[in-house]
């Protein structure tokens, strides 16, 4: 079948699912509206499929998180970073303030915890540095210069009393690098990055495609790094829902309280869904059932057996 006849019919039948709740944590993200619904499909080979709300934008959320790690990984390396920050799934919320208790590590980069100690990993001389750093590598990503979304970015930083707690317990187990307000900021910066449906599928079909955008064709991510980014992602992406999600559906993926699911299927496409209604572990509802359904009708679970093998 033709993928945009699919998102068609997928984008239809899912239209009108009114389930789920838009987060309210913040203003910023509880003004928009529920009905707002976009599909993104990017091929490795630069072919994109969009439909509903392509326009809209949106702030990207804990689907920045995977990017962040890349950027350290590239940074640092492995060993370094595994220092802060395991590879572990927590079965906890995205917010849960417990670390591991023998080392006093985040579980993993997916949730808060470990985003944080991530954000404080990134090198450069000063705050400015460190940002201008990080918006250039989701601009990589994505292929075109991305931008904050400040009232979000103001709204997180005055609102943020769970993620400051995180920080400081970490702190006092000297798994957070430098200046812990620097970090919670940069944080926040990276929770508040603007997105539209396309610039997500492209920033996902980078990593299907070596960490090479499939526009711009400009390297994104040293390709060694890619396995690291989308097993966490596969074990971990979904916070308390990550083994339900690679059982079901199979594609690595992230999810972000403003209402977007990316992932990615290595070699062939990136694909991301925004509709801001949330279910109680913070995933997009509809956004649940589209990737459900793509990776039984394309078949993309990354262990699916295929017949003519
Ligand atoms: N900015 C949000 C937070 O830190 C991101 C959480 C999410 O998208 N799951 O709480």
Redesign the pocket.
């Known amino acids: 079948m033709q993928i945009q006849a699919l998102l068609q019919e997928l984008y239809e039948r899912y239209q009108g699912l009114a389930e789920g709740n838009v987060a309210r944590?913040i203003p910023e993200l509880a003004r928009f509206d529920p009905k707002l619904f976009a599909i993104g499909i990017m091929t490795t080979s630069g072919d994109f499929y969009g439909i509903g709300d392509v326009e809209q934008h949106f702030t990207l959320?804990?689907?920045s998180k995977p990017f962040t790690y890349g950027l350290v990984l590239e940074e640092r390396g492995r060993d370094e970073v595994l220092r802060y920050v395991g590879v572990e799934p927590t079965g906890q919320s995205?917010?849960s303030i417990i670390l591991d208790e023998k080392s006093g590590r985040a579980y993993n980069p997916m949730v808060?915890s470990g985003a944080i100690a991530v954000a404080s990993l990134i090198r450069g001389a000063d705050a400015a540095e460190r940002s201008k750093r990080m918006l250039h590598m989701f601009s990589q990503y994505a292929g075109r210069a991305l931008t904050f979304d400040l009232p979000t970015f103001l709204s997180?930083r005055e609102n943020?009393h769970?993620?400051r707690a995180i920080a400081h317990l970490m702190k006092n187990f000297n798994m957070l690098e430098g200046d812990l307000n620097e970090a919670l900021e940069l944080?926040?910066q990276q929770?508040s990055v603007l997105v539209n449906i396309k610039d997500i599928a492209t920033m996902a079909a980078t990593l299907a495609h070596r960490g090479i955008n499939p526009i711009t064709q400009q390297q994104a991510l040293q390709p060694k790094y890619v396995r690291d980014i989308l097993s966490v992602m596969l074990t971990c992406g979904m916070y308390d829902m990550s083994g339900w999600w690679a059982y079901r559906i199979g594609i690595p993926s992230k999810?972000?309280?403003?209402g977007g699911i990316w992932g990615v299927v290595p070699n062939r496409m990136g694909i991301a869904v925004f509709s801001p209604p949330l279910n109680e572990h913070?995933h997009s509802v509809r956004g649940i059932q589209v990737f459900t359904d793509l990776a039984d009708q394309l078949r993309l679970h990354v262990f699916e057996v295929l017949d003519n093998l």
């Open positions: 944590y959320q804990s689907m995205f917010n808060n997180e943020g769970r993620n944080y926040f929770c999810s972000g309280v403003s913070g």
